[in-house]
């Protein structure tokens, strides 16, 4: 019988961010349980790298999305790297935009969990400077994205629809 040494030895690998080219807020009206963090910021690096931020989470990963990059994007496939979000393991996402509403469907996969998780919401392109952006907090950024987010939590009102109807 071969011993095999599961152990991994701490190594570290140096893994270029690239440089922000696309900025979406993110407002989910359906999430995971152990993430429950309405608003986020996902960042778009020109490398296939992201950086995802909210009021409890900050952490890097790949993506692969079927649009060019100079387009929005409709469907991406999101790679964590290991954080101490994900318990220093990965998670993978798979986003699907819809451009008319500006509504997503995300599935969530984590390792040894044989069921996805669902989540949905909606999402809008940030217009900020891009310069500091990778340095920045959530608390600054939240504050330069306030009007975004402040229109996406009211597409997400479940009284909007009230709000529209035409009653006597």
């Known amino acids: 019988m071969i011993e095999r040494d599961h152990s991994s030895p701490r190594r570290a690998l140096e893994v270029p961010l690239g440089a922000p080219v696309f900025v979406q807020a993110l407002r989910y009206t359906a999430m995971y349980g152990a993430k429950p963090f309405p608003e986020a910021l996902l960042i778009y690096l020109d490398n296939g790298a992201y950086k995802i931020l909210s009021p409890g989470e900050e952490h890097y990963g790949s993506y692969v999305s079927a649009t060019d990059p100079a387009a929005p994007p409709r469907h991406v496939a ?91």
């Open 78 to 168: 999101f790679l964590s790297w290991p954080s101490e979000d994900w318990g220093r393991n990965v998670a993978s996402h798979t986003l699907t935009f819809d451009q008319d509403t500006g509504a997503f469907v995300q599935s969530l996969v984590l390792p040894g969990d044989a069921v996805p998780r669902a989540q949905h919401g909606y999402a809008q392109s940030v217009d900020i400077p891009l310069t500091g952006l990778m340095d920045a907090t959530w608390d600054e950024l939240r504050a330069a994205c306030a009007p975004v987010f402040d229109r996406l939590q009211a597409q997400t009102d479940p009284r909007r629809d009230e709000r529209s109807l035409d009653l006597p």
